[in-house]
């Protein structure tokens, strides 16, 4: 198999979010779903998944991509913690998603992931 260079698979990541925006779920997870299989070793198209999952208030399915794939493969994946943070709140589990958001804030390891746990913690308090 061909390898699929890095500005492909960014090219690709963007197209899945635009489906999305533009409410083709569908399209969207084929398309993260073919960056799984390039790079499954990744855990950003499963980050990319489980966005189209909330996206569409698909809570479980979001936090299952994330707890049990994304962060299985990164356990220290600041960008799938924010965004398992703020799944749970959405799924009705604030209390954990605070924990969680404010363990990447803590732990200050990815400015650009501090920076969206406390935008989540701002925003949905």
Do not use: C, W
């Amino acid at each position: 198999m061909e390898i699929i260079d890095t500005k492909l698979i960014t090219i690709l990541t963007e197209i899945g979010f635009i489906a999305t925006k533009f409410n083709l779920k569908k399209e969207a997870e084929n398309i993260f779903n073919a960056l799984i299989e390039v790079r499954p070793d990744n855990e950003y198209p499963y980050i990319g998944l489980a966005i189209v999952m909330l996206n569409y208030g698909q809570y479980k399915e979001a936090e299952n991509i994330l707890r049990n794939k994304a962060l299985k493969i990164n356990p220290n994946s600041y960008t799938a913690k924010s965004f398992l943070g703020l799944t749970l709140k959405f799924a009705g589990y604030s209390n954990e998603g605070n924990r969680l958001l404010n363990e990447v804030i803590k732990d200050n390891k990815e400015v650009v992931s501090v920076n969206f746990a406390k935008t989540i913690l701002s925003e949905h308090p």
